[in-house]
């Protein structure tokens, strides 16, 4: 990565999963800590209330010997333990709704962090995405804050939204590059406004709901349906394109769709599966690493028959046996007891 950006000048897309991952790591286990603490209290408060509750009723049936003196008014200290388990219940759920507004918090960064409106179809401005994701950003911390969590916790959350200017940068460069592409393909003017603001959105929102769940996926798929079906329509502005102009359109169009990845999900679970294989086989040689990347990249397939250096590269590349066959010198047969030798 720091040769392709440092040195070639490609731009770097910054990963939503790490900012995710601090704002999780700065509030979850504090919180959850906080959480647990409150609940404790709530069993020792209602541990303590069957106590007095106890010495109350022995206290009475043994009124013989409990002595002289002024008789303990156990009325109040039950009164008091009960307001003590209120205080602390309502402690217990306050820090209970404060993390699920965290966590959805959280989550929403991954709603807005996308290049199209998911609602509407329609391309976002890079401003307004990063203007919300900022504002999600600023109230985890002004809880953070709020519930006195430490300076490492705080320092997270800045560090989450340090990454916010580079994801505005992302979103543009994206934008920016789509719509050179786009002013390149060969249609009238009104067309490529069609492709650029509806065709290609349609794409996005149809891969985004591929990969969510038939609930959240259906209403994605129809939306996208819904956009695209109308561009070649009668009285569409595509529908006057050839069979073989349409199909070209369609490509393009979809390719373009998935520039825009908002994290390098293949990477990460490239990066969990090697790291388990580390704690199973108590460490992997750099050699035997790098033939398991190969294999990775050439040779492991997809249902669709492509391997990740095809995809990478947009064409199929040499069989990855086949050149390893032709660098390799192959020891001929030993000579056996017997054979005559010419």
Not at 318 to 339: E, H, Q, T, Y
Request: hydrophobic content about 35%.
């Amino acid at each position: 990565m720091s040769y392709t950006k440092n040195r070639l000048g490609a731009h770097h897309l910054p990963d939503l999963f790490h900012v995710q991952q601090d704002i999780s790591r700065a509030v979850s286990a504090p919180m959850a800590g906080k959480s647990r603490a409150a609940i404790n209290q709530v069993e020792e408060s209602e541990e303590h209330l069957e106590s007095i509750m106890g010495r109350s009723m022995n206290y009475h049936e043994d009124l013989i010997s409990r002595g002289r003196g002024r008789p303990i008014d156990f009325e109040k200290q039950i009164t008091t333990a009960i307001e003590d388990i209120e205080i602390n219940k309502e402690e217990s759920e306050r820090l209970s709704k404060l993390r699920e507004e965290l966590k959805t918090e959280n989550k929403k960064l991954g709603e807005l962090y996308h290049y199209v409106d998911l609602q509407s179809g329609k391309i976002r401005k890079e401003e307004k995405v990063i203007n919300d994701m900022g504002e999600a950003i600023v109230k985890i911390k002004q809880i953070a804050e709020e519930e006195g969590l430490n300076e490492k916790s705080l320092k997270l959350i800045d560090k989450a939204a340090d990454v916010l200017p580079k994801m505005e940068a992302t979103l543009k460069f994206v934008s920016s590059y789509v719509k050179e592409k786009v002013d390149k393909m060969p249609l009238t003017t009104v067309q490529r406004d069609d492709v650029f603001n509806n065709l290609i959105p349609s794409f996005y929102v149809e891969r985004i709901g591929k990969q969510k769940n038939i609930t959240d996926g259906t209403p994605l798929l129809k939306l996208a349906k819904e956009i695209r079906s109308p561009l070649f329509a009668g009285g569409g502005s595509l529908s006057g394109l050839s069979n073989e102009g349409k199909n070209s359109v369609l490509k393009k169009s979809h390719e373009l769709a998935n520039i825009f990845q908002r994290s390098s999900s293949c990477v990460e679970g490239r990066n969990g599966v090697l790291s388990f294989r580390h704690h199973e086989l108590k460490g992997i040689q750099p050699r035997k690493l790098n033939v398991l990347t190969a294999i990775h990249n050439y040779f492991i397939k997809r249902r669709d028959g492509t391997t990740a250096a095809e995809r990478f590269f947009g064409n199929k590349p040499s069989d990855m046996f086949k050149a390893i066959l032709n660098l390799v010198d192959i020891p001929i047969r030993p000579r056996l007891r017997g054979d005559v030798v010419c």
